[in-house]
Each structure stands twice: as C-alpha cells, then as structure tokens.
T-cell receptor, first 115, second 106 residues
Framework: DAGVIQSPRHEVTEMGQEVTLRCKPISGHDYLFWYRQTMMRGLELLIYFNNNVPIDDSGMPEDRFSAKMPNASFSTLKIQPSEPRDSAVYFCASRGSRAGNSEAFFGQGTRLTVV | GIQVEQSPPDLILQEGANSTLRCNFS?????LQWFHQNPWGQLINLFYIPSGTKQNGRLSATTVATERYSLLYISSSQTTDSGVYFC????????FGKGTRLHILP
C-alpha cells in the first residue's frame, strides 16, 4: 500500500476563498482522522470517522470547517471562507480496528497558507 | 478526556549521547504509539507498543500500562535523530502529547 495520501501538499489561497483538502486512507482501514498542527496549539484532532460515519467533530473550530467521507477510500476537509488564522499543516491519518492492523499512519500533510 | 504529558519538553545533546524520553497518560488506553516528526514535518512511526518492550536498532521503547507511562530510549544519537518525538495514546481517537523537541549537535 502507498500509505495515506494527501493532496495538495501545499496550498496558498487568499482570504475568503474556499479550500478543499483531500485524503485517501490506507486500504482496509476503517478509521480516518483529520488533524491540524500549529506552533501555538500543537497537533489538534479536528474530526474522525469510523466506517465513513463522523464520530466526533468536537474539534472542528467553527462552522467554516466541514468534513465528509463519501466512501471508504476518500475524505475531504473543506474551509469556506478561509481566514489567515486557518494557516497550518493539516494531517490525515488512518488505522484499522482489527488486531494486526490498528496501528495509525499519517499522510505527509497539506501546508495551508491563507493570505 | 485522557491527558498525555511528555517530558522533557526540550533536549539538547551532543552526537553519540543517549537519551530517555518519557510519556505519562492519565487513564487506561488501548494502545500507544511513538512518532518522530522530522525537520521536514513528516510524522514517522517508531513504535506501536501497548505494553512491554520493543527495540528497533538504536531505538527502544517500554510501556508499563498498569502504571500509565511509556519510555523511549535513543542510544548513540545522531544528528538525523533531531526533531520532535510524540507519544500518542488511543482509546478510540488518537490523543497526542505536546512532544519532546530533540536537538543533536554534531
């Protein structure tokens, strides 16, 4: 497996624009996580899914953020409208729930800059 | 929720030195992982260690789940070991500590 794949790797956008981040989890993993990393707040869990269903979105900062998982192999995190304070690195991670595949793996992240 | 504390927050060592990083957690967890975030920002899996001891080259880790702590040992450190080391515990979701920033000087 190629691991967790995120796109784009870098995104620069103007304030007010919509931003969509994409994630492909490892095949066979039924949990998917979105994290945000900043210097001030470290690694924050935004939302996670189990079997494509959102389980806990209490970390989503506000209504401008939304996440979907339409199928087992794809998830998006959308910010609309974007603001400069959303600038951060966004990570996606996945893991399985069976013995032997429950180790979590992270994608390479998307570095978002909102100007 | 579960609290994860890592110590020390920062560590500066000379190349060749050994180090021990500690992770304390506040409640029973199903699992624990150690990650290394390299200077390019990638999160690299080091150990998946709910209990017991594992070794991988110069690195080893021990988790004592009943006492709610884990230790990461780095021996004969190299400059490429620099970066941030994270402990992450799991019940359902994955909860990270704030990390230990390690600087290895040549």
């Amino acid at each position: 497996d190629a691991g967790v794949i995120q796109s784009p790797r870098h995104e620069v956008t103007e304030m007010g624009q919509e931003v969509t981040l994409r994630c492909k989890p490892i095949s066979g993993h039924d949990y998917l996580f979105w994290y945000r990393q900043t210097m001030m707040r470290g690694l924050e869990l935004l939302i996670y899914f189990n079997n494509n269903v959102p389980i806990d979105d209490s970390g989503m900062p506000e209504d401008r953020f939304s996440a979907k998982m339409p199928n087992a192999s794809f998830s998006t995190l959308k910010i609309q409208p974007s603001e400069p304070r959303d600038s951060a690195v966004y990570f996606c991670a996945s893991r399985g729930s069976r013995a032997g595949n429950s180790e979590a793996f992270f994608g390479q992240g998307t570095r978002l800059t909102v100007v | 929720g579960i609290q994860v504390e890592q110590s020390p927050p920062d560590l500066i060592l000379q190349e060749g030195a050994n180090s021990t990083l500690r992770c304390n957690f506040s409640d029973s967890v199903n699992n624990l992982q150690w990650f290394h975030q390299n200077p390019w920002g990638q999160l690299i899996n080091l150990f998946y260690i709910p209990s017991g001891t594992k070794q991988n080259g110069r690195l080893s880790a021990t988790t004592v789940a009943t006492e709610r702590y884990s230790l990461l040992y780095i021996s004969s450190s190299q400059t490429t070991d620099s970066g941030v080391y994270f402990c992450a515990v799991r019940d359902d979701k994955i909860i990270f500590g704030k990390g230990t920033r390690l600087h290895i000087l040549p």
